[in-house]
């Protein structure tokens, strides 16, 4: 299951469920759905960070990425 640390403010983990993604936010022994992300069945793994660019480019902050996360 990847996960993307979104400009050092929140971490999405990312699954495929019955062949659709699912995102949730993670925190502190929590995992909320992320029910107001939608995200094209078509897309990638590859192409997840992108797209999340895309979509959370508001809360980007000078010097941080949206970059995976190992493990």
């Known amino acids: ?3 993307f ?7 999405l983990a990312i ?8 995102a949730y936010r993670l925190g502190n022994g929590t ?4 029910s107001t992300l939608v ?3 078509v897309l ?5 960070p992108a797209y999340l660019d895309d979509i959370y480019h508001e ?3 000078a010097g941080r990425v949206i970059r995976r996360l190992q493990g």
Request: aromatic fraction near 12%; proline fraction near 9%.
């Open 1 to 3: 299951m990847p996960r």
């Open 39 to 41: 995200l094209p069945d």
């Open 31 to 34: 995992r909320r759905p992320e």
């Open 15 to 22: 699954e495929r469920e019955h062949g659709r993604w699912a």
């Open 59 to 61: 809360y980007a902050v």
């Open 44 to 48: 990638t793994e590859v192409e997840l």
């Open 5 to 11: 640390d979104i400009y050092g403010r929140f971490v």
